[in-house]
């Protein structure tokens, strides 16, 4: 048995058969997915094997009959990204709509939007939707109605809260991290990771504590001891969007590769082997001397700026002890 839409270009997760659930609905989704995993398609396309010619998108359920085509709307712009949709509905209703994915709420949402929000996503090359298979979202359409509303939030929780259950933490943080990505996109209207300047002050104070699923996510994203810039960059943007850090805090903790010149030539000390970069790789080296340094002569921007490195230190450790890459 098939369930909606067969993987296309996404790549598949693996799951055992017969994982227990919190529902019968959940648990037929669970199975019907691992069914999904033999059927793949052929490259490029994923309705019965063929994308819909001129379509970005196609799902189509055998259970249901519920299809679904997704193509840009020739409105849409990279402000305002607007997905034109047609397909057919539980009942057998042909539909078309243009889904603003900027409004796309997860916590109040069709299948059909969530569908077009992370085909967006995926083309726009995010990399926690390309790391998730996105089974829990196709799953739905064997016996959810594409246009009918309901809490997504509330969906992959309960998801990766029965992959926990059996035994597959690291599966449940992928799906974790793919809705992270999906409330995040609503919560900026469609900022990335990359670009949060955009993003108002009073959701970036830093008074925020990341849970447990936010480290999850932040292990399963970036490995503190290997990094680009670009991949530090992305995880100040996450901490600032989770409330950690604010906008004015990254330029005192070398985003974007530009250290804070204060002007006047400054002597320190530290007990720790000076790193003065993190050209191998090594970000939490870099953060954990900078957070060692003791100045000669103290300042409220060198006191902010060691304090920034100590928090920055205290999160990268517990991702690396989460992962037990010591």
């Not at 726009?124 to 246009?147: R, T």
């Not at 969007?241 to 002007?263: A, F, P, Q, T």
Request: aromatic share 10%; glycine share 8%.
């Amino acid at each position: 048995m098939s369930v909606f839409g067969l993987q296309g270009s996404y790549p598949t997760a693996r799951y055992p058969m017969g994982t227990t659930s919190r529902n019968n609905n959940m648990k037929n989704v669970f199975g019907q997915s691992m069914a999904s995993e033999g059927l793949s398609s052929a490259p490029g396309g994923n309705y019965h094997g063929t994308l819909k010619m001129g379509y970005l998108h196609s799902e189509f359920s055998p259970v249901s009959g519920q299809e679904l085509h997704m193509k840009y709307d020739e409105s849409s712009t990279d402000d305002d990204p607007v997905m034109y949709v047609e397909g057919k509905d539980i009942h057998g209703k042909s539909f078309t709509q243009k889904i603003h994915l900027n409004d796309v709420n997860a916590e109040n949402a069709t299948p059909a939007e969530m569908t077009a929000l992370r085909v967006h996503l995926a083309q726009q090359g995010d990399k926690s939707v390309k790391a998730s298979s996105g089974i829990p979202l196709m799953a739905l359409g064997s016996h959810q109605d594409v246009n009918t509303t309901m809490d997504f939030k509330q969906y992959y929780e309960n998801w990766a809260s029965n992959l926990e259950n059996a035994g597959l933490k690291q599966n449940a943080g992928i799906y974790m991290s793919e809705l992270e990505r999906y409330l995040f996109y609503h919560r900026t209207k469609g900022v990335t990771f990359s670009d949060t300047s955009s993003i108002s002050s009073t959701a970036t104070e830093p008074n925020g504590k990341l849970e447990d699923k936010d480290y999850e996510y932040l292990s399963s994203n970036w490995n503190p001891q290997n990094m680009t810039q670009k991949e530090y960059d992305e995880f100040l943007d996450f901490l600032q969007s989770k409330g950690i850090i604010s906008e004015e805090d990254k330029k005192y903790v070398c985003y974007g590769g530009e250290r804070l010149d204060r002007g006047e030539p400054e002597t320190w000390y530290s007990p720790l082997e000076p790193v003065h970069d993190f050209a191998d790789g090594n970000v939490l080296a870099f953060v954990r001397y900078q957070s060692s340094l003791i100045y000669d002569h103290k300042t409220t921007e060198t006191k902010r700026e060691v304090d920034l490195y100590k928090k920055i230190t205290s999160i990268m450790e517990e991702m690396v002890k989460r992962t037990g890459d010591n």
